[in-house]
């Protein structure tokens, strides 16, 4: 069976294509070892890929910027960075309310302020507390509802609405996400929670709030139950996704494929898994935009590490040729490193 694509002039009336890849690039030393490790056979694809493109955008921060560069990526793509949004706002809540109730956006909902609450473990040491993956508690959703019952009160008291999304995330309404920013969960798992808390006066009410519903958790039946079957037990929550909507939604829909293998096995320390997401991904994502670049169709990757995010989109056919012959491939590594 083979997979047709559309000519570059029926391509050119669509969206482009869009690869991006979380957590391409990561700090620490397993990172730089797993990459040294891995087959050229591995990412043979991207490197052609990336022979035939050229650089067109460069985002760059710093690895303690709240939002990361995946996420920076992720909103311009989705028209949620046109209003200029400062790091920590880029409106994930907002956006999700909007997708989940399914109507076209009034200025009333824009109006709205909005936040993520995830309910999560924190890993509690000697100086300070780790954020664990809330992905990975497994909470089904009859204890995700059973726990944002038991703290819809003392939100409330703060102004603060919850509203059930999934078990590993609930939506919060309230003023005090106003202009507040919060930290990614991706920026702060598998790290101490100190540097990433909300501050001013809105996030000393969040972080009361927090204290709180730790009391809270900490004698709850679910979290019995759960101890007793020998599972996490949930004892604190996390806010983030904060900000507001742009005045205007984007026009029309990215053709976006963003794989979370490689941030997954990262955020895991799970280095074999990162090496073997690296190979499914060029053998199936990089191969297939291989193949729509062959024919001329404009593609687009955005590889992002944990400062910075580059972007490349194919080159005209004519200079991709001269390029081709001039130029041998670039090891990915070494593109990998500057991220």
Not at 80 to 85: A, C, E, Q, R, V
Not at 237 to 251: C, E, K, N, R, V
Not at 272 to 296: C, I, N, P
């Amino acid at each position: 069976m083979s997979t047709v694509f559309p000519t570059s002039a029926a391509a050119s009336r669509l969206p482009t294509p869009h690869l991006q890849l979380a957590f391409a690039a990561c700090s620490g030393v397993s990172w730089l070892t797993t990459l040294k490790e891995l087959p050229a056979a591995n990412t043979r694809y991207f490197a052609k890929l990336l022979q035939g493109m050229q650089l067109v955008a460069t985002d760059t921060s710093d690895a303690l910027s709240m939002s990361p560069p995946h996420e920076r990526a992720l909103a311009r793509v989705h028209g949620l960075d046109s209003d200029g949004h400062r790091d920590g706002l880029i409106p994930w809540a907002a956006w999700e309310h909007e997708q989940l109730t399914q109507h076209e956006p009034g200025e009333e909902t824009r109006a709205r302020s909005w936040a993520y609450v995830s309910p999560c473990h924190w890993l509690m040491g000697r100086e300070h507390a780790t954020l664990t993956d809330p992905s990975a508690l497994g909470l089904s959703e009859a204890e995700s509802r059973t726990l944002m019952a038991a703290m819809q009160a003392y939100f409330e008291s703060d102004g603060i609405r919850l509203h059930y999304a999934a078990p590993q995330r609930w939506l919060a309404e309230g003023e005090v996400f106003k202009g507040l920013p919060t930290a990614s969960l991706d920026r702060v798992l598998g790290r101490s929670v100190d540097a990433w808390l909300p501050v001013g006066h809105n996030g000393k009410t969040l972080r009361r709030l927090q204290n709180e519903m730790q009391m809270l958790l900490y004698t709850h039946p679910i979290n019995d139950a759960r101890t007793s079957q020998r599972q996490l037990p949930v004892n604190s929550i996390w806010f983030s996704g904060t900000g507001d909507l742009p005045a205007q939604p984007p026009s029309q829909p990215a053709r976006l494929s963003a794989p979370r293998t490689l941030a997954d096995a990262a955020l895991r320390d799970d280095w074999q898994a990162y090496a073997v997401a690296w190979g499914a991904l060029d053998a199936v994502e990089a191969k297939d935009w291989l193949a729509r670049q062959s024919v001329g169709e404009v593609v687009r990757l955005t590889l992002c590490g944990e400062r910075s995010a580059l972007t490349f989109e194919s080159s005209p056919r004519s200079l991709r040729g001269r390029l081709a012959q001039l130029l041998k491939p670039k090891p990915l590594l070494d593109l990998l490193e500057t991220l």
